[in-house]
């Protein structure tokens, strides 16, 4: 499991560098919301333009992407009837809550595992296109309703064509369908602007973590402790009944939706809290301890399901 721990290894190292730049204070006051207006509108919708427009259709398709639908929309349901009934958060806090639980980073962690440990980056794909075509929408159209206090139908339906990450999402998907290919001066700059949205957000994220304690006292432990325990026992567990039960899975196609499943809580998440203001040290935290519980329970699935 070297490629595991290489793939968190390189992730970890970057966060450390956003917290160093904070902690010397190298990018002054407001740095934090320049950065994540620029990943938001900028960088990832071009790097998600590529990765998806270069990606194979046949795997955009695959049955991964039934068995990762129901694992998380099992865990969004179940974080939802509890801070929503039982705990009593408003329709923001309880969107970011179930973000946490079931929205997998299949794009900064996953692509690095689909490589160093299943071999094949196309393999993240069909979990980046169900994230981003169909539950990023949704997320999205909540969280802009909720904290704008206009819930218009109108508004809701012109949510995925005001968002840059959905836009981009879906021409990408649409090229790979097509087989038609931008030129290369058009994606060359695409793809090395794109290339930033990685970094940057775990730039980001590392920042973020600098002069607070995670899980303290006011900042909605019990949320990101409830998000946490979903996301890395929860919705990798779901993937194998699932997967074995129901699909018929084994082997190699077994082990991808369970790794892909017991993937951390996606940066994408805390970005989004932090750009609509609700939620932010839970969204950063249910991150953070998803990201160090994502390693042994990626061990474990490695050890128990990954082909001999």
Same mark, same amino acid.
Request: include cysteine; glycine fraction near 8%.
């Given at each position: 499991?070297?490629?595991?721990?290489?793939?968190?290894?390189?992730?970890?190292?970057?966060?450390?560098?956003?917290?160093?730049?904070?902690?010397?204070?190298?990018?002054?006051?407001?740095?934090?919301?320049?950065?994540?207006?620029?990943?938001?509108?900028?960088?990832?919708?071009?790097?998600?333009?590529?990765?998806?427009?270069?990606?194979?259709?046949?795997?955009?398709?695959?049955?991964?992407?039934?068995?990762?639908?129901?694992?998380?929309?099992?865990?969004?349901?179940?974080?939802?009837?509890?801070?929503?009934?039982?705990?009593?958060?408003?329709?923001?806090?309880?969107?970011?809550?179930?973000?946490?639980?079931?929205?997998?980073?299949?794009?900064?962690?996953?692509?690095?595992?689909?490589?160093?440990?299943?071999?094949?980056?196309?393999?993240?794909?069909?979990?980046?296109?169900?994230?981003?075509?169909?539950?990023?929408?949704?997320?999205?159209?909540?969280?802009?309703?909720?904290?704008?206090?206009?819930?218009?139908?109108?508004?809701?339906?012109?949510?995925?064509?005001?968002?840059?990450?959905?836009?981009?999402?879906?021409?990408? /998907?649409?090229? %790979?369908?097509?087989?038609?290919? @931008?030129?290369? +001066?058009?994606?060359? &700059?695409?793809? #090395? !602007?794109?290339? *930033?949205?990685?970094?940057?957000?775990?730039?980001?994220?590392?920042?973020?973590?600098?002069?607070?304690?995670?899980?303290?006292?006011?900042?909605?432990?019990?949320?990101?402790?409830?998000?946490?325990?979903?996301?890395?026992?929860?919705?990798?567990?779901?993937?194998?009944?699932?997967?074995?039960?129901?699909?018929?899975?084994?082997?190699?196609?077994?082990?991808?939706?369970?790794?892909?499943?017991?993937?951390?809580?996606?940066?994408?998440?805390?970005?989004?809290?932090?750009?609509?203001?609700?939620? /932010?040290?839970? %969204?950063?935290?249910?991150?953070? @301890?998803?990201? +160090?519980?994502?390693? &042994?329970?990626? #061990? !474990?699935?490695? *050890?128990?399901?990954?082909?001999?």
């Amino acid at each position: 499991m070297i490629g595991v721990l290489t793939g968190f290894a390189v992730i970890a190292a970057i966060i450390g560098l956003g917290w160093i730049i904070a902690r010397i204070g190298l990018l002054g006051e407001g740095a934090d919301q320049v950065l994540s207006r620029l990943a938001f509108f900028v960088l990832t919708p071009l790097l998600l333009l590529t990765v998806l427009s270069e990606a194979d259709v046949s795997r955009l398709f695959s049955s991964l992407i039934p068995i990762s639908a129901i694992a998380a929309v099992s865990c969004f349901l179940i974080a939802t009837v509890v801070a929503r009934f039982v705990w009593r958060r408003g329709v923001p806090e309880t969107t970011i809550v179930a973000l946490a639980s079931g929205y997998v980073n299949a794009n900064n962690i996953g692509l690095p595992i689909a490589i160093f440990v299943l071999g094949d980056a196309a393999l993240a794909a069909p979990v980046i296109l169900l994230n981003l075509t169909v539950f990023a929408p949704i997320a999205l159209a909540v969280l802009d309703v909720s904290t704008s206090g206009r819930a218009s139908i109108g508004r809701i339906l012109l949510q995925p064509i005001r968002n840059p990450i959905i836009i981009a999402s879906l021409v990408g /998907v649409l090229l %790979a369908v097509t087989g038609l290919r @931008l030129p290369e +001066i058009v994606l060359e &700059p695409v793809r #090395l !602007v794109g290339g *930033a949205a990685v970094p940057i957000i775990l730039l980001l994220f590392g920042m973020s973590l600098h002069g607070v304690r995670v899980l303290a006292p006011g900042t909605g432990r019990r949320d990101a402790l409830l998000a946490t325990a979903l996301k890395v026992v929860v919705m990798p567990t779901i993937a194998w009944l699932v997967g074995w039960l129901v699909f018929g899975l084994s082997g190699m196609p077994l082990f991808t939706v369970v790794v892909f499943a017991a993937l951390p809580a996606a940066q994408h998440v805390f970005s989004w809290a932090h750009r609509f203001d609700r939620h /932010v040290a839970v %969204a950063r935290d249910a991150v953070l @301890l998803s990201t +160090i519980g994502a390693v &042994p329970a990626l #061990l !474990v699935i490695a *050890a128990t399901l990954a082909p001999r």
